[in-house]
Every structure is written in structure tokens, then in C-alpha cells.
């Protein structure tokens, strides 16, 4: 946290256009969101404006700072924002890299963990079933700890489900003996 607040006063008087404040003000929302969330909310939305409007072009940079955006808000306990922002990000990861980009399978898992703690359990299912696990199997192997991750999700989305059939909680307790084997 000092650091962010030290490269953030070293650059706060260059202007707007200067690539280093715009690192600066990362820094310092990055440091602030773990403990202090509401604190890290105005400079992690400033920065995602700032870097929209001067470096637009710089996609990973973007996508970083959404991602700690997103994660923030639900910080705050606002995961119906998240939900909506983790959304854009998965749509730019899978537009700019693909379906079996490591990236891509990340931020899709995080698209899912919001979208199970939103209730959206049957979608979680199609999403990682469909789409998630397909591109990790192929891309990453089974064994890999992102693949066991999205297993995990699913397992999850399938016994927190408030309706769920003894077939669903059967099937989740299968892939979780898979994932701890």
C-alpha cells in the first residue's frame, strides 16, 4: 500500500497524457482494493476511464483494470455490477484471444463464480459444461489446476442450487472426487 501511495504522489503533477500516472493510479487502486475497497472504487474507476480515453489501444491494460474493477465491486458486496463487468470481460478475452486461451478459460471461470453466486446455477452448468471445460480439457489437459477449478465451479453450481435433484448433488460429489484425486 505505501508504495502505491508513493508512485502515486510521484507522478500525480504530470499530465493526463503521461503513461506513468496512469501506472501510478493502477498501483494505488490495486494496493487499496484488498483492504480497503471503497477507498480503491474512485481510483480504480478513474483509471479505467483514464485508459479508455489515452490508451484504448492497449487491451491488456484494459482488461487488467476491469478485472480489478470487477473484483472490487464485489468487494463492496455489489456482485450484480461484477456480474455485468466479468460478462464484458470474458466477451473481449474470447473476441481478442479465443476459446482455448489460458486468459480466456480464467476469465471465464471468474464469469462463472459471479454468475453462481448471482443464482444463475443453470447457466453456470451450460457455460462450464459447453463452453469452459471443453477449451481447458483441450488446451490446458485435465490435471491442470484452472481445468480442476472449473470442475470445481460446476460441482458447486450443481449442490448450491436450491432445487437441485439427488442426480445433481450425485453428479457433484462424482467431479469433486475427480478433482481431489
Not at 470474458?90 to 454468475?115: D, E, P, V, W
Not at 469452459?132 to 448450491?160: E, F, I, V, W
Request: net charge positive; proline share 4%; glycine share 6%.
Amino acid at each position: 500500500l505505501a508504495l502505491g501511495w508513493a508512485a502515486w504522489k510521484a507522478y500525480l503533477g504530470r499530465p493526463e497524457t503521461d503513461q506513468y500516472q496512469c501506472l501510478a493510479m493502477h498501483g494505488l487502486g490495486s494496493a487499496l482494493r484488498p483492504s480497503r475497497p471503497k477507498e480503491a472504487l474512485p481510483v480504480l474507476e478513474t483509471n479505467l476511464e483514464l485508459r479508455r480515453r489515452r490508451w484504448s489501444h492497449d487491451h491488456h491494460g484494459l482488461l487488467v483494470t476491469q478485472t480489478n474493477l470487477a473484483t472490487c465491486l464485489d468487494d463492496l458486496g455489489r456482485p450484480d455490477e461484477a456480474l455485468v463487468l466479468r460478462r464484458e470481460i470474458y466477451a473481449k478475452h474470447l473476441a481478442l484471444h479465443g476459446a482455448a486461451h489460458k486468459s480466456t478459460i480464467l476469465n471465464g471461470n471468474n464469469l462463472a463464480c459471479s454468475m453462481r453466486k448471482e443464482g444463475h446455477f443453470d447457466e453456470v452448468k451450460l457455460f462450464v459444461r459447453n463452453q469452459l471445460l471443453p477449451a481447458a480439457r483441450q488446451s490446458l489437459g485435465s490435471d491442470h489446476a484452472l481445468t480442476l477449478k472449473l470442475n470445481q465451479n460446476l460441482a458447486m453450481a450443481l449442490s448450491k442450487k436450491p432445487e437441485a435433484t439427488r442426480d445433481d448433488l450425485l453428479a457433484a460429489e462424482s467431479i469433486m472426487q475427480d478433482v481431489v484425486q
